[in-house]
Nanobody, 128 residues
């Protein structure tokens, strides 16, 4: 059964860093012809928004609000995608989700619609 599990969230002060992990099980990323893994976030009362994504070929996208502060990466041996978050701001506070799609044929996008599989989310709170 295909599953995505996020971890690494927590409480951090403004300016701090966190690394989120998205561990995949039930499939091996490196064996798929195409995939995209995206990180999304949702703050209370707001719509879910795309943060970053990575395709099998290594193409990445970032939301303007996180460019230069967040970095997406993957470890195929661990079947895991990471989101390194630095210079965190209070407005980064949200539940962060990872999601996967196999339908974008080498692309990755920052809107949720094409993503079929979602994790349960991990809370990130940036506060002093």
């Amino acid at each position: 059964q295909l599953q995505l599990v996020e971890s690494g969230g927590g409480l951090v002060q403004p300016g701090g860093s966190l690394r989120l992990s998205c561990a995949a099980s039930g499939f091996t990323l490196d064996y798929l012809d195409y995939y995209a893994i995206g990180w999304f976030r949702q703050a209370p009362g707001k719509e879910r928004e795309g943060v970053s994504c990575i395709s099998k070929g290594g193409s990445t996208n970032y939301a303007d609000s996180v460019k230069g502060r967040f970095t997406i990466s993957r470890d195929n041996a661990k079947n895991t995608v990471y989101l390194q978050m630095s210079s965190l701001k209070p407005e980064d506070t949200a539940v962060y989700f990872c999601a996967m799609t196999r339908s974008l044929l080498g692309l990755c996008v920052l809107f949720p619609a094409p993503y079929d599989y979602w994790g349960q989310g991990t809370q990130v709170t940036v506060s002093s």
